[in-house]
């Protein structure tokens, strides 16, 4: 049993908890999942550049907690595969929240030019952490915007096509182990995928970014 399967065994059992009414156990949950929800974090935030010149991973993922704390006690949560999907939702609104905060000709990034080592030239660079990305200064207030449509396209799909992106795009499951985990076969994760990406491109056409 690999260490992903023991979580999701832990998960599991904080759940039956929880819903026998043990408030503790919701603690417990995101202590038990903490790893794997800051993973979720760290690999959503790469598509927002102009996010990471300005929030480290860990605030994003100690800010999604709490949400993700607080929905555990309004929410039924049915099995680990929901109570993943549902993180995933909190960081991913996290996320294009800061996003729009921080990019577009209003956000406070605009207008905050950076300097890099070594160039007098460019003006300070932000005091708040190190970059996560490298091109994190290219990002234009277009690009900013696509990438926050695509996340918002993507909780709007169908139930199992946006259970399907976000185990295969978000989680980067392969298509076997998302299979096995939504107890379906493989041909069915893939006509998921397919239907999932065919009406992406309808709802963002020609600005959709790439999904894989």
Known sequence: ???DDVQSAGVE???ERLKNGDDTARDELIDCASQRLFNL???IKRGFNQVNRWE???DIFQRSVIKLHRALGEVEIRDSRHFFCLAATHIRRQLIDLARHYGGPEGIGANHATQLAGNPEQ???PLHGAYDAVDAAVETPAQLSRWCELHEAIESLPDEQRETVELLFYNGLSQD???QLMG???RTVKRYWR???LALVEKLGDQLPEIR
Request: hydrophobic fraction near 40%; aromatic fraction near 0%.
């Open 13 to 15: 059992q904080l759940l």
């Open 184 to 186: 379906v076969g493989v």
């Open 56 to 58: 480290q991973t860990e």
């Open 123 to 125: 003006s300070q660079a």
């Open 177 to 179: 182990e998302a299979a």
């Open 1 to 3: 049993m690999n260490s």
């Open 195 to 197: 239907s999932a990406k």
């Open 41 to 43: 974090t760290r690999t």
